[in-house]
């Protein structure tokens, strides 16, 4: 499957290619901001001698993390989407972390990963990386007490963790390009790129200046 995921990762843009006989190639732009990504996806395209619609699927991470970094690569696929004609793997950063562990453990995991503002984004899965129940944002104390009572506890893209030992997983473009290929290999479909939105567990942090009124356009 010739596949493309696409990735803000905290330090630059990301994207992975794989083609027809499952070969990787990846690329990313540290130091970059989100406009670099279009370009990005073009010299990778250029370098495969791929073009738009040659892409049999787009893939990327919906979040939950950074609102600017996931917008960003969400709004992307989307635009992909829209020009390669392309369906979306679009899973959440908690389930491709399910995913990458589910394999070599035969326990039921309960996933972490970066809720802001001192919280932490949580979601229990079974032993076969199958979701139970929604993901929920829980302050600090509470996702410790949660981590202490789980089986397995997996973090991911987490720096600053003093609960049990855990796992740790970090996500790259690759990753979600290869979990999104494991997906397709099961039998599991992708959606349209209009369907593709970003999970967002909380508001965002930004705030109206004072004495600023919001103005909505018509």
């Known amino acids: 499957m010739r596949l493309l995921a696409l990735r803000m990762a905290p330090a630059g843009p990301e994207v992975a290619l794989l083609d027809a006989s499952g070969r990787a190639l990846q690329r990313a732009r ?13 010299e ?10 040659d892409l049999e699927a787009l893939a990327v991470a919906t979040g ?13 696929v989307r635009a992909l989407a829209l020009a390669a004609g392309s369906p979306v793997y679009a899973p959440s950063v908690l389930e491709l972390a399910a995913e990458t562990v589910a394999q070599a453990e035969g326990s039921p995991l309960l996933v972490l990963g970066p809720g802001g503002r001192d919280s932490f984004a949580v979601q229990r899965f079974d032993a076969h990386a199958v979701p139970q129940g929604p993901p929920a944002l829980l302050e600090r104390d509470a996702a410790l007490a949660a981590a202490r009572a789980a089986e397995r506890v997996v973090l991911v893209d987490l720096e600053d963790w003093a609960g049990p030992p855990a796992l740790r997983v970090r996500l790259d473009a690759l990753a979600v390009a290869r979990a ?4 397709a290999a099961r039998g599991i479909a992708p959606v349209a790129g209009s369907a593709v939105r970003p999970l967002y567990l909380r508001a965002p942090d930004a705030r109206l200046e004072a004495g600023r009124p919001l103005v909505v356009a018509a």
């Open 30 to 42: 540290p130091g970059a901001r989100a406009e670099a990504l279009a370009p990005l996806v073009g």
């Open 44 to 53: 990778t395209l250029a370098e495969a001698g791929l073009d738009f619609p």
């Open 64 to 76: 939950p993390g950074s609102f600017t970094a996931t917008r960003a690569a969400v709004a992307a």
């Open 180 to 183: 999104a290929a494991a997906r």
